[in-house]
T-cell receptor, first 113, second 109 residues
Framework: DAGVTQSPTHLIKTRGQQVTLRCSPKSGHDTVSWYQQALGQGPQFIFQYYEEEERQRGNFPDRFSGHQFPNYSSELNVNALLLGDSALYLC????????????FGSGTQLSVL | GQNIDQPTEMTATEGAIVQINCTYQTSGFNGLFWYQQHAGEAPTFLSYNVLDGLEEKGRFSSFLSRSKGYSYLLLKELQMKDSASYLCAVRDTGDDMRFGAGTRLTVKP
């Protein structure tokens, strides 16, 4: 049973570019959450998707957008990249009925130069 | 808003017991979680408390006092592999989970 998978594992971009990160949830999970984790910090909530809609959003600008597909996989898009967007981006999946436990992917390390 | 505070770093000796504290302030409360994160890896779930009291799971236990906005994670019989960051997280009445900055635990021989 595959866990949460994210791609790519590492990415280097320059300021102003756009990036798309991808996540496949754990088998059977229907809810996907995205987090940004800066070095030495805890994960910061970006948004959560359920039934292909953004259900809740953290304190992130509109440059951060996402999508969930009918197969529950998800994408995170970041436009007009800033140096401060450099971080580990974590995807976590859960089952709507058992939301107390999140399963995290290994993340995408994004470096903005 | 939501504040979650935990110590930045702790050091303990192999075989000993360590307690990692977490205090929080939330507008609502729907559960407190502890996650373990080794360097360069994904966070992994350790425990979940929604009612006051102690939850024991092997060498790890977690305690919650909702009236005090306080939790702790207790690690017994420390092993070198327990060296990691320990993240306290709170779910309020919404659907998201908010994390503290994490406590980096170093276990020494």
């Amino acid at each position: 049973d595959a866990g949460v998978t994210q791609s790519p594992t590492h990415l280097i971009k320059t300021r102003g570019q756009q990036v798309t990160l991808r996540c496949s949830p754990k088998s059977g999970h229907d809810t996907v959450s995205w987090y940004q984790q800066a070095l030495g910090q805890g994960p910061q909530f970006i948004f959560q998707y359920y039934e292909e809609e953004e259900r809740q959003r953290g304190n992130f600008p509109d440059r951060f957008s996402g999508h969930q597909f009918p197969n529950y996989s998800s994408e995170l898009n970041v436009n007009a990249l800033l140096l401060g967007d450099s971080a580990l981006y974590l995807c976590a999946s859960s089952l709507e009925a058992f939301r107390e436990k999140l399963f995290f992917g290994s993340g995408t390390q994004l470096s903005v130069l | 808003g939501q504040n979650i505070d935990q110590p930045t770093e702790m050091t303990a000796t192999e075989g000993a017991i360590v307690q990692i504290n977490c205090t929080y302030q939330t507008s609502g409360f729907n559960g407190l979680f502890w996650y373990q994160q080794h360097a360069g890896e994904a966070p992994t779930f350790l425990s979940y408390n929604v009612l006051d009291g102690l939850e024991e799971k092997g060498r790890f236990s977690s305690f919650l006092s909702r009236s005090k906005g306080y939790s702790y994670l207790l690690l017994k019989e420390l092993q070198m592999k327990d060296s990691a960051s320990y993240l306290c997280a709170v779910r309020d009445t919404g659907d998201d989970m908010r994390f503290g900055a994490g406590t980096r635990l170093t276990v020494k021989p």
